[in-house]
């Protein structure tokens, strides 16, 4: 979840501390901003399960998730270990599938197997009605379509706030 505004970086919460050389997260991160009137507070978990401690504490915090997985790589081990800890606390996902424009991403094939691996976790129905939404995160580019043969056409990352407003409810006080 390293999305911060489309005019900011994109890798809001993962600009230092430890890992920040290897790209990984070690601790749990926060960042937030406002968006159509809303504050959104965002929370970037490790996705190891060797961080299991960090990745709980922080599902704790939150009333969604964004499940960030690369277009290329597809769902990695540790996407299994972040998911399934989701699902046990009811929350709900929005798939971001990341990194569109790469040449050798895979989308279709990707979905695929994150349906696979819902289904492997034994999600609900429910659960699995999840949306989905294309990434360019470094272009500061999301969509709701995806067309392999051309570019994400919108200007920044309003068709995923719109659709975290949505469909992520707001806390309860």
């Given at each position: 979840?390293?999305?911060?505004?489309?005019?900011?970086?994109?890798?809001?919460?993962?600009?230092?501390?430890?890992?920040?050389?290897?790209?990984?997260?070690?601790?749990?991160?926060?960042?937030?901003?406002?968006?159509?009137?809303?504050?959104?507070?965002?929370?970037?978990?490790?996705?190891?399960?060797?961080?299991?401690?960090?990745?709980?504490?922080?599902?704790?915090?939150?009333?969604?998730?964004?499940?960030?997985?690369?277009?290329?790589?597809?769902?990695?081990?540790?996407?299994?270990?972040?998911?399934?800890?989701?699902?046990?606390?009811?929350?709900?996902?929005?798939?971001?599938?990341?990194?569109?424009?790469?040449?050798?991403?895979?989308?279709?094939?990707?979905?695929d197997e994150v349906y696979e691996l819902?289904?492997?976790?034994?999600?609900?129905?429910?659960?699995?009605?999840?949306?989905?939404?294309?990434?360019?995160?470094?272009?500061?580019?999301?969509?709701?379509?995806?067309?392999?043969s051309h570019a994400i056409e919108e200007?920044?990352?309003?068709p995923l706030l719109d659709l975290l407003?949505?469909?992520?409810?707001?806390?309860?006080?």
């Open positions: 979840m390293r999305f911060a505004s489309a005019r900011r970086s994109t890798r809001a919460c993962s600009i230092d501390g430890p890992g920040a050389r290897e790209g990984i997260t070690i601790l749990a991160k926060n960042t937030s901003l406002r968006y159509r009137d809303v504050k959104l507070n965002i929370i970037d978990t490790p996705g190891h399960a060797d961080f299991g401690g960090e990745v709980e504490r922080g599902l704790t915090m939150v009333d969604g998730v964004l499940l960030l997985v690369d277009a290329s790589e597809g769902p990695l081990p540790q996407t299994r270990f972040v998911l399934r800890k989701a699902l046990e606390a009811h929350l709900p996902v929005i798939l971001v599938i990341n990194k569109v424009d790469r040449p050798d991403a895979r989308v279709h094939e990707v979905i819902f289904l492997d976790l034994d999600a609900d129905e429910q659960q699995i009605d999840f949306p989905i939404v294309y990434c360019n995160a470094k272009a500061g580019r999301a969509s709701l379509q995806y067309n392999p200007e920044d990352l309003a407003l949505e469909r992520i409810p707001a806390p309860n006080l």
